[in-house]
């Protein structure tokens, strides 16, 4: 039996994930608001909702997963940009890709970070590590399905760093 190809997932960081998307994290400048109590990290996600979206805010509850972690499914949407804020303080695996016959890539969140998949990038699933696997999702609302999936023919394997 052929071995599955292999990933290992790296820390995800602002200048390797930067093809893909935005990191969402208190870090770098900010301002001072609510006279002096809270940092404010302005500006954070290029959101891209398409000529006929609007911005909906969603909860998504998902199975939590393991490393190593076995998958065969990407996914983008086409039409809008993808958000997801973790509701915990628990990192979540994120896989990314240039497309679906390019070498995926696999990045873990530190526990304080959420990110943006920027319009048309391909993606794996939600992918939390750790139960509740709560997340607040912002992403395109509209008239199109705004989802495209595609099958590797054979799994992939993530491993830990």
Known sequence: ??????????????TAFAPFGDVLEASGDF????????????????????????????IFKAVPRSLPYAFDLIERHPDGSQAFVPMTADPFLV???????ATPLAFLTDGSQGINLHRGVWHGVLTPLHAPGLFAVVDRIGP???LEEHRYSESWTVLAP
């Open 1 to 14: 039996m052929p071995q599955m190809p292999q990933i290992i997932a790296q820390p995800l960081t602002a």
């Open 31 to 58: 301002r001072l608001i609510n006279a002096g109590l809270c940092q404010r990290h302005h500006d954070r996600a290029k959101l891209d909702f398409g000529p006929d979206g609007r911005a909906g805010v969603s």
């Open 95 to 101: 896989i990314v890709s240039q497309g679906p016959e």
């Open 144 to 146: 199109t399905a705004n």
